[in-house]
């Protein structure tokens, strides 16, 4: 459910901690933590916070698209599925999807869609369709990347959510261009 401002303030109650406070501390925690599973709850919750267009403006001040970015770098599968998960959850906005593109995430959520893991390349799947627009689709329909979803698309006997998202990317942005 989305929140606004009178609903953050019941949730929140008296003694609670404002959003963008929590959300800075969250931040913080993540910078300071060596420890790999702290990393990964906390990228996680953040990836929760993302989808909320309540919380966005909070995410562009304390750049936690930025530090979703690299998530998708580090080795480690679980903060790429998280960091790639909180970009899809976010960049429907076009605020978000502007930080994203000039920050240089297009090639790093492309990558995306050869990981091993189901969610990661399903978030990758859905940032990209939201990503796609006149400023952007040179750097996302290169023929590689339209042979790979086109891949995804015709594999419906493996995974129907994968062919489906990966058509509709299809009938939507390359359907466009023709």
Known sequence: MFTNDRRQAE???????????????LVSEFQQ???EESKEKIAA????????????????????????LDC?????EKLVEFGVGGICNSCADSK????????????????????????????ALGALYYLCNPSSR??????EVISLI???AAAEAVNVSFSNLAKAFLDKHVGEAN
């Open 96 to 123: 978000n999807a502007g930080v994203i593109i000039q920050c240089g995430g297009i090639p790093l959520i492309i990558q995306c869609l050869s990981s091993p893991v189901r969610n990661t390349v399903y978030y």
């Open 33 to 35: 933590t060596t420890n």
């Open 45 to 68: 919750h953040l990836a929760n916070f993302a989808y909320d267009p309540y919380n966005y403006e909070f995410m562009r001040q304390l750049n936690v698209l930025e530090l979703f």
């Open 150 to 152: 086109s891949q995804y």
């Open 138 to 143: 040179r750097d996302i329909l290169k023929p």
């Open 11 to 25: 949730r929140t109650g008296r003694y609670g901690t404002p959003r963008a406070k929590y959300l800075q501390d």
């Open 72 to 76: 998708i770098t580090e080795p480690n």
